[in-house]
């Protein structure tokens, strides 16, 4: 268990990729759980329960199916469990990491003061998240990184897109 943990850092210092997990489905079940749990964590303060829970099922649903899609469309449909444990697992490593940086910018915000330390660092982790990300495809695609950076920030683009059209519409 301590080396798969460490797995999961090593993939987010850029040092393993996705090949180096094991395409076990309980493994991704454990991940995807706590990916669920954390990420629902880190978005509650500012969406309130409800929403940040639908955000991160919908996050995780347009994630899976555009990473199947883009797998069987290269002929690479077998290296979905790694890279998704990948995703998920990294997930949680930077939800750990934002989950203190949200709850300070909250408490600030509600004192109508600011934080512009903790703004610098969520910046800073949101930035290194990217770039793990980026990581991922690269090696999940086996394509440049600048390329894989580009098809990340699409996919947050994609997200925050269809969140906003779901919410606005919802109410």
């Known amino acids: 268990m301590h080396a798969l943990i460490f797995r999961f850092f090593d993939i987010c210092m850029l ?9 076990s489905p309980l493994l991704l079940r454990i991940v995807l759980a706590m990916n669920i749990l954390v990420a629902t964590l880190v978005s ?10 639908v955000e991160v099922i919908l996050d995780i649903l347009l994630l899976s199916a555009l ?7 290269r002929g690479l ?7 998704f444990i990948a995703l998920m697992g990294t997930g949680v490593i930077f939800g750990m990491l934002m989950m ?3 709850y300070q910018l909250v408490a600030a915000n509600a004192a109508n003061d600011t934080a512009p330390a903790a703004a610098l660092v969520w910046w800073g982790l949101v930035f290194w998240n990217v770039t793990v990300f980026a990581h991922i495809l690269r090696h999940g695609f086996n ?7 580009v098809v990340a920030i699409a996919y947050i683009l994609l997200f925050w897109q269809v969140s906003d059209w779901i919410f606005a519409r919802g109410g």
């Open 100 to 102: 203190p940086v949200i």
């Open 67 to 73: 990473l199947y899609a883009g797998l069987q469309w």
């Open 143 to 149: 394509i440049h990184f600048a390329y894989a950076f």
């Open 15 to 23: 040092r393993a990729g996705p090949q180096d997990l094991p395409a």
């Open 44 to 53: 509650f303060p500012v969406s309130g329960f409800d929403r940040a829970l």
């Open 77 to 83: 449909n077998a290296r979905f469990v790694q890279i």
